[in-house]
């Protein structure tokens, strides 16, 4: 039986020398964009808003818990509800508490390679598929300012951490329930979940596994950094599910709290 061969005529001569058509894709290349194009509006939308509400972030004694918000911990303002400020406060701050903490996982989330690639994709269309025409003329990369900026990524990486650990101590507050002793109670799950994830995205960073296995000749004469490479290289092939799961599940965390805070629902206690 004779098979029917079709040919598509791709005229060069498009954005940066490729195709004079938009794309040759007749698959639907565009949900993918659509998708982050609308989980990342709503999470700036969601998070912007919580930030400047500065009240309903912390569950305390009164209802016999120690629950905080993400977005407000650690509370660095001499204002914070009783019971979810840090050690340190910086006296004189008169606006949320929120903003005072909000660059360091900002800034690690935005200089993150693979939010890179999708929101380079979805917001700027440079370009926004495989086999898609660029919807710009010309290409600098990362080498001047603004995007220039993108090589501190490293840098935020190390301050996710320091947040990880106060996030998981904020977790393990969580079992405490002033006035009845310890127990688990939603709530404690749902900090203890938001820190996993947290720590599951921080592990699985690329800048991480460079810094446990990168620039290293011989694994053999590095045991120790072959160990970390080794634990953290199936971790960094699931990066962009942490990177989506830890963003959906820290709005969520920050939504139960709030919930809880304001007296809309109560903390279950399991035991
Ligand atoms: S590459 Fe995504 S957090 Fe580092």
Redesign the pocket.
Known sequence: MAIAESSTKVVLGGTRGGPDVATLRKDRWWIQPVITVSVLTAFVIYSTWAAFQNKYYYVGANVHRDLVSPFYSPCLASDCIPGSKAGFAFNGWTLSPALIILIFPLG??L?????RRSYYRAFWWSPPACAVSDAHASYSGETRFPLIMQNL?RY??FA?LIFNVLLTYDALRAFRQPGLGWGVTIGTIVLVVNATLLWL??L?????RHLCGGQVKSFSEHPLRYRFWKFLTPLNAK?MNF?WASLVFVALTDVYVRLVASGAISDYKLF
């Open positions: 690690f989330r200089t993150c390679y693979y939010y990524h935020f990486f996710g995205y921080s699985s960073c690329h800048a991480c990066h990177a």
